[in-house]
């Protein structure tokens, strides 16, 4: 198996969704069932386990005392990380990050920066010295399409169960004290990705129609449904009336999707 | 059905044209049955024909052509050659030795080496394979002297002219022998240094105003101009 | 945070550099300035001051990388050390990498990659100064180095922004509009086809304001085009003036 889909399916594809159907038969604006867990891996301070049909993500995160940005000095800071594990696909190949990984990473991370799910100033211990750093690492273990939209989910629900130690300040030393408090997480950011195949716009495309498409349209909003952050991918084009549609769709389905989260 | 430019008149990638019924020639693609332009360039319109003669672009092989090619690389049955182009160019072994070769015994270099500078014929081309020449026909083969000048191969036509008329009156104002390479590679070979030099002024002109009209006069008087210039310097050397 | 400025637009209506809310900041642009290359371009806009450069389409290394039915489009996207006010290093950061890759995706779609399979296009970006949409000036730049090679295209490819300074939509944000705003969209489109090939976005917009900043973004980039247009004729128009 490679990445080349054979061109029947692509045609199958094609015409399907011209006449405003799917090749697994969903609506072009329905999503794939998701299944959110959280909490599996115990070491970590956070996780969370997304399935998106059999696109299947675990993110993780990780919490370190570090110092804060020059430009940021009362504020902690926020690193996402993805990886594309070479178990997830034949098309993964293991080595250091390639463009399509780290645009995922980057993708996910602005649209919780950008909507300030995170209130980073109460992650501030010591101004300009000491803040706390928020490592989230997503693992793509299968990859069916639509990874973006996942991602952001097992991001979010990860940061959503992330436990943050309690801890004082000794002698300008931190000493971490027994308990844990959540994360100060106040928004809840959704990624919806769209598809452009045969000029038609379509939600979550899984593997064979991402195969197929022109090109590729994520808007990430936020729960009073602004956009927070958009990416476009793909080598084909958007109309401007096509553009402002997807917005429109996003905020209905963002809205949907963050049913699935609890907090 | 309107067109949208002037003849001649200069045009951008992604200006529109034509609508309606016109065929899309040659820089030009058609979408929604309007025509648009895909190269910088002059628009011509021709009957129904819409054409853009292209100010830049670049050589693609085409069966039959002659073109000057730079030997890159010797290999055991052949020799590659950059001739201008995306798509480097073959010459087998067996198409310059007419007796039969042993790749073994025979060290080709010493026929052709890199650097040396060939004329020859495209025998095969397409998309999925590189171009194949020969130089198995009379005017072809290894360049001996002479000048080189390269150019952006659309301009060929312009240095060719109406009906031969630029190169001949080239060929006669400078006493030069011309080859033109169909991939914007020219050979010119004179008497003198000075003649070569003459020839090769002439065809930068024409490089850079190849988009201008009336110029066939304009070079003439150029290189009329340029050998008094020489004449005055001979005379002056001589006198002192 | 401590030299943030009070407003980004002051009673008058006015943005800091003395700007209007829909108005563009100056800009030059000039075709075919590197000898070497097979097409290039150098666009100043605002204090932004970018060199493109494009080779090919030619022999692609490696020879794996080569398709058969296509030509390989690649983009470097990359910051001169100096470019901006605190060094930056001269290996590619992650910022860089997703850049190169939008400004790619921006670009294909204008280029008829089909014509000229096993080969490769490479396009070179230089930032040798940053002041704010360094990545639209990229593509505006890029777009004129390729047709400036003389590869075929549909259309040519112009970008530009739109963002929120304090509660107004603007246009073409600078440094400081950009890293104090409240959103950045920047827009890439092919204009006689009307075809939106790069859209991004960051900050906080309701439908409204989103509406509002594509559709300024989008008439921005119609005002480029004119000039990115000139720009690429001019090249050729100065030959004939000297003569006439």
Known sequence: MSSVIVRVKQKQIMDLIAKGKRLDGRGLTDYREIKVEQGLIERAEGSARVLLGKTEIMAGTKIEIGKPFSDTPNEGVLTVNAELVPLASPTFEPGPPKEDSIELARVVDRGIRESKALDFKKLCIKPGKKVFVIFVDVYVLNHDGNLIDASALAALAALLNTKMFNYEIEEDEVKIKPGYTPLPVGKHPIAVTFAKINDKLIVDPWLEEEQTMDARLTMTIDDDSNVCAIQKGGSGYFTPKQVLEAAKTAMEKAEENRKKLKW | ?240 | MSQKPEKLIDKKGLRLDGRKPEELRSIKIEVGILPNADGSAYIQQGKNKILAGVFGPRELHPKHLALPDRTVLRCRYHMAPFSVQERKSPAPSRRDIELSKVIREALEPSIFLEYYPRTGIDIFVEILQADGGTRCASITAASLALADAGIPMRDLVVACAAGKADDTIVLDLMDTEDKKGGADVPVALMPNLNAVTLLQMDGILTFEEFEKAVNLALKGCREIYTMQKEALKAKYESVKEVEE
């Not at chain 2, 054409?51 to 590659?80: C, H, M, Q």
């Not at chain 2, 201008?84 to 087998?92: Q, V």
């Not at chain 2, 004329?119 to 130089?135: C, G, M, S």
């Open chain 2, 1 to 240: 059905m309107p067109t949208f430019f002037e003849r001649r008149q200069l045009v951008t990638p992604g200006d529109l044209l034509a609508e309606g019924t016109y065929l899309a020639g040659e820089n030009t693609y058609k979408e929604n049955n309007k025509i648009y332009a895909s190269r910088l360039g002059l628009v011509q319109y021709e009957d129904k024909n819409v054409n853009v003669v292209a100010l830049r672009a670049f050589y693609i092989p085409k069966l039959g052509d002659t073109v000057i090619g730079t030997i890159v690389e010797v290999g055991f049955s052949g020799w590659t050659l950059d001739i201008n182009s995306p798509y480097l160019a073959i010459l087998r072994a067996s198409e310059v030795l007419s007796r039969p070769f042993r790749p073994q015994e025979n060290d080709l270099s010493k026929v052709l080496d890199v650097g040396d500078l060939v004329i020859a014929k495209i025998i095969t081309y397409d998309r999925t394979h590189d171009p194949r020449l020969t130089v198995g026909e009379p005017g072809l083969g290894k360049i001996t002297r002479g000048q080189i000048v390269k150019m952006t191969p659309t301009k060929i036509p312009r240095v060719i002219g109406r009906k031969g008329s630029m190169v001949s009156m080239i060929k006669q104002e400078t006493g030069c022998h011309i080859i033109l390479g169909q991939n914007g590679v020219i050979l010119i070979t004179g008497k003198s240094l000075e003649d070569e030099q003459l020839a090769m002024m002439a065809l930068r002109k024409i490089e850079c105003e190849s988009h201008t009209s009336g110029l066939t006069d304009r070079i003439a008087q150029m290189i009329k101009k340029e050998k008094a210039k020489q004449k005055e310097e001979i005379k002056n050397e001589s006198e002192t």
